[in-house]
């Protein structure tokens, strides 16, 4: 196959549908992986057949990742990109949240982009110059009240990108992370976090995207792994790394006030 190709998770909406078609528009194969299957469908009928692949696929399945991995990479004989976009968001009180459904946020948010970067780094090697993007968040600068386990597992992705970013480089690897704030989404839907009615949603699937496929269409350094979506989530980045810790907890607590 002549095209680049990109594995998308999350693909049926939201970011992952937006990310999707930026990289199909602009002339890449695409595997759309998803556990809603309507969803793919849909996508796949706008898309067109020639341009994408289905797959029904868990991300903490490790054998549905080594499935669909091979399935993909057998038609396409190649992995250029693979995007980590699938999780879910649970907010609320910490306390009042069940812990089966913060388990869940780790199961999907951290060890689905575990077994995906696993799974995927043999086929990755063999592709020259390809690049893991991991979907974290604004959450991962400072731990956000009322989204507690969600922001620890959006840290964890981070350094795992970190982590990975250093020891793939010999394998011709970049894994990078794009950090967004507030995303007009279903996810954010009834949302319970006061930093959300504070601070608004301004951010559409679309800007992520952008960021998304201009942060793995071109080759650029492996110095740059992080890769903030917006100018409030940039100025909120930069601050954070330059502010001592007690100026960063008091901004945090001023922005979930109510």
Not at 105 to 134: E, F, S, W
Not at 136 to 157: C, E, H, N
Not at 196 to 225: E, P
Request: net charge neutral.
């Amino acid at each position: 196959m002549n095209k680049k190709t990109v594995f998308i998770t999350g693909a049926a909406a939201g970011i992952g549908r937006a990310t999707a078609t930026m990289f199909a528009h602009n002339g890449w194969y695409v595997g759309l992986a998803d556990i809603d299957e309507i969803g793919l469908k849909t996508l796949r009928e706008t898309l067109g057949n020639d341009n994408c692949q289905t797959f029904r696929l868990d991300v903490t399945s490790e054998q549905d990742w080594s499935d669909a991995l091979s399935r993909f990479t057998s038609t396409s004989g190649r992995l250029d990109a693979l995007v980590n976009n699938a999780g879910i968001l649970v907010s609320g009180p910490f306390e009042s949240i069940p812990l089966s459904r913060q388990n869940a946020l780790v199961d999907i948010n951290i060890k689905g982009v575990m077994t995906g970067c696993h799974t995927a780094y043999p086929y990755m090697k063999a592709t020259p110059g390809a690049c893991i993007v991991n979907l974290a968040s604004a959450s991962a600068i400072y731990g956000q009240p009322s989204l507690a386990t969600y922001s620890a597992t959006k840290f964890a992705v981070k350094g795992l990108t970190e982590a990975l970013n250093l020891e793939w480089e010999k394998d011709d690897i970049r894994v990078i992370d794009i950090l967004p704030l507030f995303v007009k989404t279903a996810m954010v839907t009834d949302m319970d976090a006061q930093s959300i009615r504070n601070m608004g949603v301004h951010l559409t699937a679309d800007d992520v995207a952008s960021q998304i496929f201009r942060a793995a269409s071109h080759r650029h350094s492996q110095w740059k792994v992080h890769w903030t979506v917006g100018l409030m989530t940039r100025v909120m980045y930069l601050s954070a790394m330059l502010s001592p810790d007690w100026m960063n907890r008091l901004a945090n607590k001023l922005v979930s006030r109510k």
